[in-house]
């Protein structure tokens, strides 16, 4: 833990100095779990101030220090959950609507053959982020919890208060149904890239 | 006691399903898959909070207190208006359901003369209506 049990016990009882505290100790982890689960730089120092508002208003309902992390955990996975419902509804960002240098750069990031420009790396983020998008919400989590955060089974356990037989299950799936997304949005890419040619092919330009 | 081992498993699926064991998800893939994962975390970076991060979540704790604790302000001053505007609407119901009972208020409002002319005379196509109307008038 980043702080001593005591200072989880103060803020409980309503000490506002040690709620800055633990903001102080836990605000780069949090931001760091937010930023990899929404990939939206602009928006996570939002989400992650949400993360802190409902702990500061849930801290009381807390039965022991020793599962604070947990407790953590759990509301910014919630908060970043309410954060993709709503842009979900604003809809998604395909494969095909980006450039084929951003599709390039992708490939470029994942052989590590050569150090990426700037450019690249943002075309890469955006794709894996997009990638990220197309799987749901549950699964973006898990993964992005055991696969980004490097979480143990253990840790994950605790958090989504299943056993760990049952957490393999659910990653086995969540893998599977993110390679298949990656299929079929490496599969749209070449298809509009494929569209494109032959469009500039057949004009007279 | 026959070990369940991956031949014996293949075997087992042979004689009663027709077809070998196989991974659904291959080694190569699984492997892709967290490259792809780790090349994401590897692109995104470190993330340092904004120096105003503590007094934005601050201010937004505050707010909250604010809209929470007015709302209850708002609460306390209405109450008593409240309370005697349901006091208010509670007498005034007990006053009139004399008035609203089914066996009284329901019939003199059918038998204002006028209503009974404008019915009698509309009610010309249906005798039996326009006699009943008639016959209750003259009651």
């Known amino acids: 833990m980043l702080v001593e049990p005591e200072i989880i016990v103060k803020a409980q009882s309503g000490d506002d100095a040690a709620f800055d505290t633990i903001v102080r100790a836990y605000r780069k982890r949090i931001l760091g779990t937010v930023y990899r689960m929404i990939s939206r730089a602009e928006d996570v120092e939002d989400v992650g101030q949400e993360v802190f508002i409902r702990l500061y208003d849930s801290l009381k309902q807390l039965r022991a220090p020793k599962v604070f992390e947990p407790w953590l955990y759990r509301l910014t996975i919630n908060a970043c959950y309410d954060y993709l419902r709503k842009k979900r509804r604003k809809g998604i960002l395909r494969m095909a609507d980006l450039s084929e240098e951003q599709v390039v750069a992708v490939d470029a990031a994942l052989s590590s053959k050569k150090a990426l420009e700037e450019n690249e790396k943002a075309g890469a983020k955006e794709l894996l982020g997009a990638l990220l998008n197309r799987v749901s919400k549950e699964d973006r989590m898990l993964l992005t919890l055991k696969e980004i955060q490097g979480l143990t089974l253990k840790e994950l356990s605790v958090i989504y208060k299943v056993n760990t037989n049952a957490l393999k299950v659910r990653l086995f799936r969540a893998r599977k149904r993110a390679l298949k997304a990656y299929g079929v949005m490496t599969a749209e890419a070449k298809q509009s890239f494929t569209t494109k040619e032959e469009k500039s092919r057949d004009s007279p330009d | ?139």
């Open chain 2, 1 to 139: 006691m026959t070990v369940l081992t991956r031949q014996v498993l293949d075997e087992l699926l042979s004689k009663y399903w027709g077809r070998a064991f196989r991974d659904p998800m291959s080694a190569p893939d699984r492997q892709f898959l967290s490259h792809l994962l780790s090349t994401y975390k590897d692109l995104l970076g470190p993330l340092e909070p904004s120096p105003h991060f503590n007094a934005g979540l601050w201010a937004r704790i505050e707010e909250s207190r604010l809209s929470g604790s007015s709302w209850m302000s708002y609460w306390i001053a209405w109450a008593p208006r409240l309370a005697l505007a349901a006091v208010m609407v509670a007498t005034a119901l007990l006053a009139a359901a004399p008035w609203l009972s089914p066996e009284d208020g329901g019939q003199s409002a059918l038998l204002d003369s006028s209503y009974v002319d404008v019915l009698a005379r509309d009610s010309m196509d249906d005798p039996d209506g326009a006699l009943w109307v008639l016959a209750e008038n003259g009651r």
